[in-house]
């Protein structure tokens, strides 16, 4: 039989590529504060509730087998701190707590590379090691990194109490269509605030999916990233010329392997979810 399962912020740039994929294998609900624009969804069941409402969040969640939950204030440029704070901390608690009431087994929430404290914070704290894996203190000093490092410990607070599963997908930056005319230029610059990772919406979106599968129980997470950086030049060698020095480097081999391997680490996403990394950023500028 087929699954029923939400979609949080479903109508959203990486929320439409995760809806995309899913809708054609489960009944997939969106829940958004607006609909869908593209026509390509609008077939897909909608609900217009906001995630900071927990009786409308309650009432949305009952009978779904599991939770993807997108919807937030994606960066610390869109909106003030106290709204992005309080959307995304409050919208997570209460996501995870009507799941839970509602007897939903699986969440999948989207967090965010920015909880390392790499990117959106002081340019000069390089990484404490490389390739960054998920066992990298994370150390946010801003207010959207700092409410995704809350999502992620009410995430792991929830699995703690042995009634839900959820597993925190950390994807760096993840570039759409307007951003494609930058993205030579961000390669190119050593100072680049997202250490030149990048990752496609649909390989998201295949970590989403992955994710809904996955073969565990209580709380996991994964950093999700492109297999390259958007670097022409050796990502060590950027890595010592933007911080200058290079920071301890742990798995010599992949950037031996791949001298433009990303600065952040995707071996536990391929070997716990399969996951495999499909499209490059050449490949975005039709290369
Ligand atoms: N875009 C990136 O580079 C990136 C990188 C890492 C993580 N993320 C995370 O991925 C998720 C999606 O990001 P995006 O870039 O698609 O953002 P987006 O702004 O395009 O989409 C977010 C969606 O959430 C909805 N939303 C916002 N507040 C809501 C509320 N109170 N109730 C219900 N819906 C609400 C919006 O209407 C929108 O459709 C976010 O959690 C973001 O933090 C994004």
Known sequence: MSRNIICTGGSGRLGQFVSRRL????????????????DDLQDIPFVKADICDLEQLRGAFK?????????????????PADVTFQTNVQGAWSVLQAAE???????????????FGLSYNPPDWPPQFLPVDETHPVRPTEFYSLSKHVTETIAQSFAARGTIEVIVLRPVHVVFPPE???LEERGSDPQNYHFWTFVAPEDVAQAFDLALDADYQGYEVFTISGANGLNVRPTLEMAAERWGTLPEVRNPKLYADNPLASVID????????????QVTWQQMLGR
Do not use: M
């Open 266 to 277: 995707i071996s536990k996403a391929r070997e716990r979810l399969g996951y495999e990394p």
């Open 101 to 115: 009431d509602a007897g939903v087994k699986r969440v999948v929430v989207a967090s965010s590379d920015s909880v």
């Open 23 to 38: 809708a054609p294998k489960c009944n997939l609900t969106i829940l958004d504060l607006n609909p869908p624009v593209d």
């Open 63 to 79: 009978g779904q087998d599991a939770i993807l939950h997108l919807a937030a204030i994606p960066n610390p440029r869109t909106a």
């Open 180 to 182: 494609y005319p930058e």
